[in-house]
């Protein structure tokens, strides 16, 4: 069963990086565009970013130019490398695969950025 399976969540300062990995269980992953997408208490599940097979990105206003999303198709892991951190930016972390035929979700990671 495919199964996207995240980590690297933690507690970081305001203004601190952290890099969040998702290993994918799947076979042809690159075949599958992933995506990196976030729930904060009281709010619903928001996209922050996508990477197609290809490599073609797109992220959500509020963490372009400071947030980056890439992949290694021969290791099947995205990434999620997070920068200049805000308070905001708490929130569950979940990895999500997808093609026209399916779509799966990793068990989320917690992100808490508080001083």
């Known amino acids: 069963q495919v199964r996207p399976a995240e980590s690297g969540g933690g507690l970081v300062q305001p203004g601190g990086p952290l890099r969040l990995s998702c290993v994918f269980s799947g076979s042809i992953f690159n075949s599958y565009t992933m995506g990196w997408y976030r729930q904060a208490p009281g709010n619903e599940r928001e996209l922050v970013a996508r990477?197609?097979?290809?490599?073609?990105?797109n992220y959500a206003d509020s963490v372009k130019g400071r947030f980056t999303i890439s992949r290694d198709n021969a290791k099947n892991m995205v990434y999620l490398q997070m920068n200049s951190l805000k308070p905001e930016d708490t929130a569950v972390y979940y990895c999500h695969s997808e093609t026209a035929y399916s779509s799966d979700w990793g068990q989320g990671t917690q992100v808490t950025v508080s001083s």
């Open positions: 990477i197609t097979g290809y490599g073609n990105t």
